[in-house]
């Protein structure tokens, strides 16, 4: 079996589980992301679970289906909910109707702690370690970074939950001796219709 075929496969698969038609779906028009704050300008407050269960938990908002604009690229995130331990997704980036990027991930409860485990396209999988979990206090956004130091690239991972259904997903890191961050705003959907999850 080629990759192509596995890969066409296994995303059908995973829409099937999650009842995702959107997976099928033209995409819908592009909503304008609210901004982020600028640095540390917005106080914060931890929220970080005492336990690698409850941070799964804390996470089972992800669920379903995401989707955002940037640079002309279309990127998705899909997520079934939390079970057995973990939970699993995938992500996928367009630009010009063709593939740009694609990875398999899940959030995976171990002894150590909550685990993001990603299978990026044509890479190894890599592991981040959730490190902190944090609240902030002005818009009431919840922060959770997932860190892995020795990473070539990225070595920290973002998940900013922001209101009206907004989510941030961000990576961040040294490359090359430069620091580089790359943010990706998705609007949370319904995944049968396709329309805005404003929560």
């Not at 066409?8 to 999650?18: E, H, V, Y």
């Not at 269960?53 to 996470?59: D, F, M, N, V, Y």
């Not at 057995?84 to 992500?91: E, I, N, Y």
């Not at 990706?184 to 219709?193: A, D, G, I, K, S």
Request: charged fraction near 20%.
């Amino acid at each position: 079996m080629t990759l192509t075929a596995f890969l066409a496969r296994a995303t059908a698969a995973l829409c099937a589980i999650a009842s995702c038609a959107l997976c099928a779906q033209p995409a819908p028009p592009a909503a304008e992301a609210p901004s982020l704050p600028k640095g540390d300008e917005s106080p914060t407050v931890s929220i970080m679970p005492a336990t690698p269960a409850e941070a799964l938990a804390a996470l089972a908002w992800l669920q379903g289906c995401w989707h955002g604009n940037v640079n002309q690229r279309e990127f998705r995130e899909h997520w079934l909910p939390p079970a057995g331990g973990m939970m699993v997704g995938a992500g996928h980036t367009v630009m010009g109707g063709k593939t740009q990027d694609y990875e398999f991930v899940r959030l995976e409860v171990r002894p150590e702690g909550l685990f993001y485990v990603v299978v990026p396209m044509s890479q190894k999988e890599q592991t981040f370690k959730l490190v902190d979990a944090r609240r902030d206090e002005v818009s009431s956004a919840q922060i959770f970074t997932f860190d892995n130091v020795a990473n070539e690239f990225p070595q920290h991972i973002m998940y900013r939950r922001g209101g009206e259904g907004w989510l941030y997903a961000g990576i961040e890191g040294t490359l090359s001796g430069q620091d580089r961050k790359v943010i990706y705003p998705m609007r949370h959907l319904n995944c049968e219709t396709g329309e805005p999850i404003r929560q």
